[in-house]
């Protein structure tokens, strides 16, 4: 049960009310920001809410346990505090969310309706709509060490401990055919494949300082094409610099082969799999209590 200020419930409980909802926002940046679907701004706890920044949001669904509470909220792209390339460059993402149900005549009389995070965000050329996800959605989550056939470790980090000075490469693009496949200079004498999964850091033109993960590596008569996992924010064009890591598909078969470093590798992959679980003895098996992995 969630407690209502006596004044509020006093307003609610009046033929007529004077209460509009109000979204505070703080990117993981730490830059703040206030909006509200009532007609002027308001300002409460320092934070201006802006006004007529054509905020819509869905009715909220709460429920008992553990299951996440959603809401979505669509605006358009009128507000000047949002901008279309700071949603393609991730600025919202995972952005802390607080929605307040305020009476807009007085607002001290106000209710915090929902904390959570921004979830998915999916943008037009005018326009944007953005999943509110409740504080429940962390235990969903994967934390801690999580033991699979793959190695959890990240490419380069302490635990894998791969050198990416002598794994990292320099390019330019050659030609773009859209925001995120082009062809490419300077990655000459590299197999196809090598920057799959790989991270692509843009050192030059209208996305630097941008990463994104190599989705496609290609080379085809002596073509290289890389393709990007998704879009860039901004334009692809010829000239644009670029730097990229070696890719891994976190295989006990490339950490050894490629990489050469199969000590630190972090995954099992000896782990029996479900078909040892519905496995039965066979007569005409080698049932010598051997390996099963030589």
């Given at each position: 049960m969630k407690p209502i200020p006596t004044a509020m419930q006093a307003a609610l409980d009046g033929r007529a009310t004077t209460h509009?909802?109000?979204?505070?926002?703080?990117r993981r940046d730490g830059q703040q920001f206030g909006f509200t679907d009532h007609d002027r701004a308001l300002t409460f706890a320092g934070v201006t809410f802006e006004a007529a920044t054509g905020f819509t949001a869905t009715s909220i669904e709460s429920s008992?346990?553990?299951?996440?509470?959603?809401?979505?909220?669509?605006?358009a792209l009128s507000s000047t505090s949002i901008q279309e390339d700071d949603i393609a460059r991730g600025l919202w993402d995972d952005a802390s969310v607080e929605v307040w149900l305020v009476d807009w005549t007085a607002p001290e009389n106000r209710l915090l309706l929902r904390k959570g995070n921004i979830g998915e965000i999916s943008r037009g050329p005018s326009s944007f709509l953005a999943e509110l996800r409740g504080l429940s959605h962390r235990l969903g989550q994967t934390y801690g060490r999580q033991f699979?056939?793959?190695?959890?470790?990240?490419?380069?980090?302490?635990?894998?401990?791969?050198?990416?000075?002598?794994?990292?490469?320099?390019?330019v693009v050659a030609?773009?055919?859209?925001?995120?496949?082009?062809?490419v200079t300077g990655l000459d004498g590299n197999g196809a494949g090598l920057f799959r999964r790989g991270l692509l850091t843009w050192t030059g033109g209208a996305n630097a300082g941008l990463q994104m993960e190599v989705k496609r590596h290609l080379n085809?008569?002596?073509?290289?094409?890389?393709?990007?996992?998704?879009?860039?924010?901004?334009?692809?064009e010829a000239g644009d610099a670029f730097t990229v890591q070696a890719g891994c598909d976190k295989t006990w078969t490339t950490?050894?082969?490629?990489?050469?470093?199969?000590?630190?590798?972090?995954?099992?992959?000896?782990?029996?799999?479900?078909e040892i679980v519905i496995g039965y003895a066979d007569k005409d098996d080698l049932n010598d209590g051997g390996s099963l992995f030589q």
């Amino acid at each position: 049960m969630k407690p209502i200020p006596t004044a509020m419930q006093a307003a609610l409980d009046g033929r007529a009310t004077t209460h509009a909802r109000c979204w505070k926002v703080q990117r993981r940046d730490g830059q703040q920001f206030g909006f509200t679907d009532h007609d002027r701004a308001l300002t409460f706890a320092g934070v201006t809410f802006e006004a007529a920044t054509g905020f819509t949001a869905t009715s909220i669904e709460s429920s008992l346990g553990l299951a996440v509470d959603n809401l979505d909220v669509e605006g358009a792209l009128s507000s000047t505090s949002i901008q279309e390339d700071d949603i393609a460059r991730g600025l919202w993402d995972d952005a802390s969310v607080e929605v307040w149900l305020v009476d807009w005549t007085a607002p001290e009389n106000r209710l915090l309706l929902r904390k959570g995070n921004i979830g998915e965000i999916s943008r037009g050329p005018s326009s944007f709509l953005a999943e509110l996800r409740g504080l429940s959605h962390r235990l969903g989550q994967t934390y801690g060490r999580q033991f699979d056939r793959t190695c959890g470790w990240e490419l380069g980090d302490g635990k894998c401990q791969v050198a990416l000075a002598g794994w990292t490469f320099s390019g330019v693009v050659a030609m773009a055919f859209d925001f995120r496949s082009f062809t490419v200079t300077g990655l000459d004498g590299n197999g196809a494949g090598l920057f799959r999964r790989g991270l692509l850091t843009w050192t030059g033109g209208a996305n630097a300082g941008l990463q994104m993960e190599v989705k496609r590596h290609l080379n085809e008569a002596g073509a290289i094409t890389l393709e990007l996992a998704l879009p860039m924010a901004d334009v692809i064009e010829a000239g644009d610099a670029f730097t990229v890591q070696a890719g891994c598909d976190k295989t006990w078969t490339t950490c050894r082969e490629r990489f050469a470093n199969g000590d630190n590798f972090g995954g099992f992959p000896h782990m029996p799999g479900n078909e040892i679980v519905i496995g039965y003895a066979d007569k005409d098996d080698l049932n010598d209590g051997g390996s099963l992995f030589q």
